[in-house]
């Protein structure tokens, strides 16, 4: 389990660390990448400078050499000594040129053209320098070693074309090692990036999730020790006010508990001695009653039935959920027995209101404490007797179903309004529809089938059933 000390104080940090942490990667790929862009463009920059300037002074050289012979033959052939400045200037341009572009230079086949030229370009000059004028035959005499001259600069322009694309080759080398570097870059920092999210995505999620557990744990009405949180300190705070409210839920709980022991004790008392009273009366050990009497007892008798029903209801319910507890093997049992029992005890009330039953037992077996499914159906049967209209009818139905047994009771009684739905299985809940003629319940019913079903590992739920109005189903699980 992770120590608390690996969080920060704060929630709120940690997501910021959390994002300063992702931002690292990213933010120094991103760098890298300007970086070696940078140099890209500063080399493709120094490239084109470089190309630039080599064919510029070459092809300059080309011009030098024709403004070189231009200036030679306008000295000798016009035997006029004034070209002769212009002589010596043309062939100091050349030499200098020659000088610089040695210095750009880095191939060995140019610097051999360059080094050619310069020694013909020199051996040329030391002819025709303006010392002595050359007569035409002379002159014309040294056609072929301007020539020569001429040949060797058009060599160099051609070298120099040669190295220009050789760098421009180098240079797209460079670019594609560059886009490779680049990608690789890129691929090993997603899945870095992706791993440090999923690592503080486990980190911030972690305590979310076990505080999540945590209120659905209280959600299912479990008041038993939460789990610890472990992560920032405000997030343990919380786990432990959330702790505080559930011991405060179990104390109110065993309070209402506590409370309907009490009451439902203390009130069994009086009541027996009352039943025992009218009990008395009925047999007319006090006198004989008259009509007008006997009525009045026999409503006093009804009215106790009625209000031992009801503590009964108290007594079982609290029973229920202090020892909600799956029975370890449920006997099988047969619903038609137990159903006539239940039946019975209802005859009464049925015969009163000529209510029908009907019953389809598909599934006549049934995996289930007697007790808990007469419960059950006593409770639901009773829920249809007072809701359905003068008569009525009622459907009890059982079939198999995906490893359980499906107990139905249904009725004609209106249905429940969807908005109740979710809130009938709630102790003491009274919906908003209630039969003018019937004695008002003590809302326990509902809620003490809820309990017996979860005691006995199953569930009850309301289900749509046409052309029946209100339909309970209950899931008994079969045994494994």
């Known amino acids: 389990m992770l120590s608390d000390r690996y969080y920060p104080r704060s929630f709120t940090i940690l997501v910021i660390v959390a994002m300063g942490v992702l931002i690292v990667p990213l933010a120094s790929g991103l760098i890298n990448v300007v970086h070696v ?46 070209f002769g400045s212009a002589l010596r200037m043309r062939f100091n341009e050349l030499q200098a040129q020659l ?32 010392v002595s004028f050359l007569d035409s035959a002379r002159f014309h005499a040294l056609g072929p ?71 659905q744990q209280l959600g299912r009405a ?7 949180i472990s992560g920032p300190q405000d997030i343990v705070e919380l786990g432990r006010e959330i702790d ?28 027996a001695s009352l039943r025992e009273g009218v009990a008395l009366l009925d047999d007319e050990l006090a006198g004989s009653l008259n009509a ?46 137990a159903l006539d029992s239940v039946l019975a005890r209802h005859r009464l009330a049925l015969d009163t209101r000529r209510i029908e039953v009907d019953t389809q037992l598909d599934a006549p077996m049934l995996h289930a404490d007697r007790g808990q499914l007469e419960t059950v159906l006593d409770n639901l049967l009773s829920n249809a007797i007072k809701f359905s209209p003068e008569e009525g009818r009622i459907l009890i139905r059982s079939e198999l179903s995906a490893g359980a047994t499906l107990l139905d009771v249904c009725d004609l009684s209106g249905g429940i309004p969807q908005a109740e739905r979710s809130r009938v299985f709630e102790p003491f809940f009274q919906g908003a529809r209630q039969p003018d003629s019937a004695v008002k319940g003590s809302g326990l019913g509902l809620s003490i089938v809820h309990e017996t079903l979860l005691a006995a590992g199953g569930q009850v739920e309301i289900v749509d059933s046409p052309p029946w109005t209100t339909c309970f189903r209950t899931t008994w699980p079969l045994p494994q």
Do not use: C
């Open 292 to 337: 007008r009497q006997r009525s009045i007892v026999t409503i006093m008798d009804g009215s106790s039935r009625d209000l031992q029903k009801r503590i009964e209801d108290l007594i079982r319910y609290g029973s229920l959920v202090r020892d909600a507890t799956l029975s370890p093997r449920a006997p099988l049992q047969m619903l038609a027995d």
């Open 222 to 228: 479990d008041l038993s020790p939460l789990p610890a």
């Open 145 to 215: 070693d301007f020539d020569a001259l001429h040949a060797a600069a058009r060599t160099l322009l051609t070298q120099g074309d040669t190295a220009v694309q050789r760098e421009l080759k180098t240079l797209e080398a460079t670019v594609q090692t560059t886009r490779q570097r680049l990608i690789l870059l890129a691929l090993a920092l997603i899945p870095l990036t992706l791993l440090l999210a999923a690592v503080f995505s486990w980190l911030i999620n972690r305590p979310i999730k076990q505080l999540k557990a945590s209120i």
């Open 244 to 271: 505080w409210l559930r011991q405060r839920l179990q104390a109110l709980e065993e309070q209402k508990l506590r409370f309907l022991r009490h009451v439902s004790h203390e009130l069994k008392t009086p009541l």
């Open 37 to 82: 862009l940078q140099g890209v463009v500063d080399t493709q920059r120094q490239f084109t400078r470089n190309s630039l300037a080599i064919t510029r002074e070459v092809r300059q050289i080309v011009e030098s050499v024709s403004q070189l012979q231009r200036a030679a033959g306008q000295y000798h052939l016009l035997q006029d000594a004034e």
């Open 99 to 130: 000088t610089h572009l040695d210095t750009q230079l880095v191939d060995a086949p140019s610097h051999a053209t360059l080094a050619a030229l310069q020694m013909r370009s020199r051996a040329l000059y030391r002819q025709v320098q303006p």
